[in-house]
């Protein structure tokens, strides 16, 4: 069973006297079951408004496809998928007037959780997240990174079988990226589906076993982590220079500040670049691609000479 299921979804903001911004263009995404899923895309891409529908936040256009969380269908089972769902979005926000522990037990009673399950799920959140001893603090104290380990408790609350994740790193120290990654990865093992969107792409690489790249509202690229990178890595030299406004050799393609050499003959040709930029050449390998790489490429239609 797919955790979820997107099809041909489209959604359209119209502000007269502006033309129609389609964010999201006749998209379809199929999400297994057990998996920690990246969803990536540079800022625009889509994946805002996305997320948004996923939840039930926007409504998809008319008569444009449907998405599913599990069997639940957003729109006409919008409380049952509610229920499968939690979400941590980008933006900190709290009840500043409550406790930490108000604010949870809040909650909690939104999604029907029983009081004795409150009773014993709360502490343990807390103290997973760190934040056991912030417990009857006002959610308006915390810092930025216990507010942010206050969502991530929130969306944990109702124990939900689909978790996304928007940016749940974004401005936060290396230690508690470091927890969130160790949670993320408790969570799946305990067969919670997590769908992580970021910008740091080594989170990618480091916790998902696919991804999907979407760009101007569309799926550009999707599959498992390690064969999009198998793919972008085939048969390249990657190489810098100290000085780059120089001329290259026929096929070179630049990628952010490295430049990339196909190649036929691997010894062959890494002669051939050796010979040609001289001393000019800083570095060079032949390895697998970075997902920052492959993103580049997919999001910016491919390198330029």
């Avoid at 909650?107 to 912030?134: C, H, N, T, W």
């Avoid at 999009?228 to 050799?249: C, D």
Wanted: proline share 6%; aromatic share 6%.
């Amino acid at each position: 069973m797919h955790a979820l299921t997107v099809e041909n979804a489209s959604k359209t903001y119209k502000s007269p006297p502006r033309p129609p911004l389609k964010a999201v263009d006749n998209l379809s995404l199929h999400i297994p079951e057990g998996q920690i899923y990246g969803l990536l895309g540079p800022n625009g891409a889509g994946k805002s408004t996305l997320i948004s529908m996923i939840c039930g936040a926007l409504k998809p256009d008319p008569e444009t496809g449907s998405i599913r969380i599990f069997d639940k269908d957003v729109v006409r089972q919008t409380d049952q998928a509610k229920q499968l769902l939690g979400i941590v979005p980008q933006e900190i926000i709290v009840e500043p007037a409550f406790t930490v522990e108000e604010v949870l037990y809040y909650f909690s009673g939104m999604y029907g959780v029983p009081q004795a399950e409150r009773r014993k799920r709360i502490p343990e959140l807390l103290e997973s997240l760190g934040l056991a001893d912030k417990q009857h603090d006002k959610a308006r104290s915390l810092s930025g990174g216990m507010k942010r380990r206050l969502m991530i408790a929130k969306a944990l609350i109702h124990k939900p079988r689909l978790l996304i994740l928007d940016e749940p790193t974004a401005g936060v120290d290396v230690s508690l990226r470091q927890r969130i990654w160790e949670l993320v990865r408790q969570l799946n093992a305990q067969g919670t589906t997590v769908i992580f969107t970021t910008h740091y792409l080594e989170e990618a690489e480091q916790l998902c076993e696919s991804m999907t790249v979407i760009n101007k509202g569309k799926v550009i690229k999707e599959g498992k982590v390690k064969e999009i990178q198998q793919e972008f890595s085939q048969n390249i030299i990657s190489f810098e220079l100290y000085q780059s406004e120089v001329e290259h050799l026929a096929g070179v393609r630049r990628v952010g500040v490295e430049f990339e050499l196909p190649f036929r003959d691997l010894v062959q040709d890494m002669r051939g670049l050796l010979d040609f930029y001289g001393d000019n050449l800083k570095s060079f390998r032949n390895e697998a691609a970075s997902l920052e790489k492959v993103f580049l490429q997919l999001t910016e239609g491919g390198p330029t000479p």
